[in-house]
């Protein structure tokens, strides 16, 4: 039975976040596994407890690693006048940080279905959309997804001059425009947008 527009719009929000939170599981784990061997090799105490305090931490929006290992590798540098343990911490940090941004568009993109720089893009436009608020960075690539399903299920194909074409939301960048000659596989589960319209009754 065809879905109503709204019902469609909330099924794939609700598949978009969790193929979201899936990413978020993968990079969370890539950074959890860097720091486990990063503090272990570094020779720190309790070195479980603090990768999984660190990742925890990294998980809150806006906050990240920087917020607990830059502190810190100045607290051993400068306090704890310790140079080896404050300079191999913050060389740690660098070096998880870069994999982390190597690595956190191609797992979004592969968890959500969109290329890295779309990713990228939606985040970025997220981010200042929302007054430079961290939650951006999360709402923008959300939105953007469920938008560009909801519009890949509702024009499956553009036909022009005869010849099938597929538009920007289609293929997404870089991509060829030509259409593929079989349906999408979503085809079949139309959008009834009829039960978001109201009747109007005749004069």
């Given at each position: 039975?065809?879905?109503?527009?709204?019902?469609?719009?909330?099924?794939?929000?609700?598949?978009?976040?969790?193929?979201?939170?899936?990413?978020?599981?993968?990079?969370?784990?890539?950074?959890?596994?860097?720091?486990?061997?990063?503090?272990?090799?570094?020779?720190?105490?309790?070195?479980?407890?603090?990768?999984?305090?660190?990742?925890?931490?990294?998980?809150?929006?806006?906050?990240?690693?920087?917020?607990?290992?830059?502190?810190?590798?100045?607290?051993?540098?400068?306090?704890?006048?310790?140079?080896?343990?404050?300079?191999?911490?913050?060389?740690?940090?660098?070096?998880?940080?870069?994999?982390?941004?190597?690595?956190?568009?191609?797992?979004?993109?592969?968890?959500?279905?969109?290329?890295?720089?779309?990713?990228?893009?939606?985040?970025?436009?997220?981010?200042?959309?929302?007054?430079?608020?961290?939650?951006?960075?999360?709402?923008?690539?959300?939105?953007?997804?469920?938008?560009?399903?909801?519009?890949?299920?509702?024009?499956?194909?553009?036909?022009?001059?005869?010849?099938?074409?597929?538009?920007?939301?289609?293929?997404?960048?870089?991509?060829?425009?030509?259409?593929?000659?079989?349906?999408?596989?979503?085809?079949?589960?139309?959008?009834?947008?009829?039960?978001?319209?109201?009747?109007?009754p005749d004069e």
């Open positions: 039975m065809p879905r109503s527009f709204s019902e469609h719009v909330a099924r794939e929000g609700a598949l978009t976040l969790r193929d979201w939170l899936k990413s978020q599981v993968i990079l969370s784990t890539i950074t959890l596994v860097g720091l486990l061997i990063g503090l272990k090799l570094i020779g720190i105490g309790h070195w479980i407890l603090a990768a999984l305090a660190i990742t925890v931490v990294d998980l809150l929006p806006v906050l990240g690693l920087s917020v607990t290992m830059i502190p810190w590798a100045f607290y051993e540098l400068v306090f704890a006048k310790d140079t080896r343990t404050g300079l191999l911490i913050f060389l740690l940090f660098v070096i998880i940080m870069v994999l982390k941004q190597v690595l956190d568009p191609f797992v979004r993109s592969a968890s959500l279905g969109i290329s890295p720089w779309e990713e990228i893009v939606a985040s970025v436009a997220g981010f200042v959309l929302t007054g430079m608020n961290g939650i951006g960075l999360i709402l923008g690539p959300v939105v953007y997804i469920v938008g560009k399903k909801v519009y890949r299920t509702s024009h499956p194909v553009n036909e022009v001059n005869g010849r099938g074409s597929r538009g920007y939301f289609d293929r997404g960048f870089g991509q060829s425009g030509q259409a593929s000659s079989a349906p999408p596989a979503d085809y079949a589960d139309a959008i009834d947008i009829t039960n978001d319209v109201e009747e109007v």
